[in-house]
């Protein structure tokens, strides 16, 4: 049984998922993202064969497209076999994400602890209410976590794997064979980069040709294109770009195959070594191409494979950086044409988010990049349920006075959440929907946790402290379903002392309830006054009901019902005078109210 304890806990909680995943309603950034995803695949036909990416800021071209597009994949394939609405479906590949980050994290708690502590501090970190809320409606910040932490787990497990040379081993590269493989190397880098890289200057340069040849000038254009000053300039561009682009994608196709090849027949070992990096290379490709802060996860690798490899590690962490890039370029079409400036655009769009709301917090209003310095760790505090940080503090104490095995640990939860937490407090980063767009920084509380439960020597003392610790996560999934991720701790009351001091369905999921109640009382073809992002609501509701939002004249006498989000005291303002109907609530926290004026 004890062989077994983790796979059937981890199975339980799989399942638990799997049997909860379609009562949850979409969250306010689904819809934008969907299109963003739309764009981004669409791109992968147009960019071909015209040459275009039509994606631009305002699209969230910022925005790394890898998991809303997977997602858009995966949904629609499970909808040809599955009897539920595609809402329902990405939540359920939101999820299994986040259950794939949840292994992750025990694959790296095990590095350090032993079975039962790893598997406690596991169960800890994945019945946070907060987190497993997030599991099912966040489309990008939670997949993010999930992405960090394969991309650390793959990463960790590659370099463990790298075997200790020799200089008299077989597989020693003579002179002249390194010299083959390192000129090989360095013109594959210098030239397919060169090639990804200057997109737009091949472009502008084309675009240059043809309209030097439509005005008569001699060059390359002018001799092989003979009607040149009938056509239009841009088919033209269009076309020879395109044939750059097919001409690019032989050659790359060409000298990797010839490189591939090359390494197998001089040193097969360092073609197995690339083959062992490229998993956690990919992924961590993969993570960047989701959130511009991917590379965090790659360099707290690069980081650990130095620290426990040395110099041996630097061959493998090449490839590990080479593959990363084009693993990264290749899911992401808004860099397509410009991937050097458009990457650091998006690195400052996203670090400077000029979000323009206020963010609630404690009573009071700010501005998202005006925040009080204890926004974080207040809420840090007050989100987590009461175990997590009287454990993870103990861990702490325990892990830097106890035994050499734990500084490793150490070191990397310094760099993994000290280090992180402390720039987004002094640098002022701005944040809103409370702490969900630094959910990846949070493990390493965990892990630390893991350390205190591991310090209890008795495995039934052990056991028991595991089971008390995970009652107040379990209870408050239970009982906000499927609200979870507004949850609250007892330090203020859970979430009848957070209502109106902090935020609670800030992303108006609650929208799917109120759907479904009127979907049950209001008269057929009803008008309903929906406040807020009505979509939200009408992705639910029945096909009859009209659905009236902002932009509609709006006449007291005209809708049947009106519903509102308490976010903003919107369910104070609208409608002010109107009988109150029916609330959602959770606790004493409102989230949303139907009115009929």
């Known amino acids: 049984m004890k062989k077994y304890l983790s796979a059937i806990l981890l199975a339980c909680l799989f399942l638990a998922g799997l049997l909860t995943f379609n009562r949850y309603g979409e969250s306010w950034d689904d819809l934008s993202l969907q299109k963003y995803a739309a764009k981004s695949i669409n791109a992968y036909a147009t960019f071909p064969q015209a040459g275009m990416v039509n994606i631009g800021r305002e699209d ?161 254009v002018s001799l092989i294109a003979k009607n040149i000053s ?96 084009v693993a990264t370029y290749l899911t992401w079409p808004y860099l397509w044409l410009n991937p050097i400036p458009r990457f650091f655009e998006s690195l400052r769009e996203m670090s400077l988010y000029p979000w323009a709301g206020l963010v609630f917090f404690n009573g009071s209003t700010y501005p998202s990049t005006g925040l009080p310095a204890s926004y974080l760790p207040v809420l840090l505090l007050i989100q987590l349920t009461e175990p997590v940080w009287a454990l993870s503090i103990v861990g702490w104490v325990v892990a830097m006075i106890g035994a050499e095995k734990k500084r490793g640990l150490v070191a990397l939860s310094l760099l993994w959440f000290i280090v992180p937490l402390a720039a987004f407090i002094v640098l002022r980063v701005a944040l809103y929907d409370n702490f969900r767009q630094i959910l990846f920084i949070l493990p390493p509380i965990f892990l630390m946790a893991g350390v205190a439960l591991e310090a209890v020597k008795n495995v039934k003392w052990q056991t028991a402290l595991i089971v008390v610790c995970l009652l107040p996560g379990l209870f408050g999934i239970v009982s906000l379903y499927p609200y979870e991720y507004m949850y609250y701790n007892r330090f203020i009351g859970g979430v009848d002392g957070a209502a109106g001091r902090f935020e609670t369905d800030y992303w108006v999921t609650s929208y799917r309830e109120a759907a479904e109640y009127l979907n049950r009382i209001a008269p057929p073809n009803a008008n309903i006054w929906v406040e807020g992002p009505d979509q939200l609501f009408a992705l639910f509701a029945r096909e009859d009901l ?39 609530m959770r606790g004493d926290a409102v989230l949303t109210v139907i009115k009929k004026p």
């Open 60 to 220: 969230l071209g910022f925005y790394g497209p890898f998991f809303v597009m997977l997602t858009d994949v995966l949904s629609k394939a499970l909808g040809a076999m599955l009897p539920f609405s595609l809402p329902d479906l990405r939540h359920l590949v939101y999820f299994l994400a986040y259950f794939a980050g949840v292994l992750a994290f025990h694959s790296i708690a095990k590095r350090w602890l032993s079975d039962l502590p790893a598997l406690g501090a596991t169960l800890l970190f994945a019945t946070q209410p907060v987190l497993w809320g997030h599991a099912f409606i966040n489309p990008k910040d939670t997949p993010f976590l999930a992405l960090f932490l394969l991309s650390l787990a793959l990463g960790m497990q590659a370099f463990d794997s790298l075997q200790p040379t020799s200089s008299t081993s077989s597989t020693e590269l003579n002179p002249r064979s390194k010299r083959i493989l390192t000129l090989l190397t360095t013109f594959w880098l210098v030239s397919v980069f060169s090639l990804f890289l200057f997109t737009q200057t091949v472009h502008s340069y084309i675009e240059t040709l043809v309209l030097s040849a439509q005005a008569g000038n001699a060059n390359l």
């Open 546 to 584: 009209n659905i009236y939002s902002s932009g509609e004249v709006e006449r007291a006498d005209r809708y049947e019902y009106v519903v509102t989000i308490t976010r903003y005291n919107f369910d104070k303002t609208v409608y002010p005078d109107a009988e109150v109907v029916h609330k959602i």
């Open 230 to 325: 009938e056509v239009p300039a841009e088919t033209y561009i269009q076309r020879y770009f395109v044939l750059f682009l097919q001409l690019r994608t032989f050659y790359f196709l060409l000298i990797t195959t010839f490189l591939l090849f090359t390494f197998y027949r001089l040193n097969r070992q360092l073609l197995i070594l690339f083959l062992t990096i490229l998993p956690a290379a990919i992924l961590l490709g993969f993570a960047t191409s989701t959130r511009i802060l991917g590379p965090f996860a790659g360099l707290l690798v690069t980081l650990y494979a130095l620290r426990t490899k040395g110099k041996q590690a630097i061959p493998a962490l090449t490839m590990y950086v080479v593959v990363a890039l």
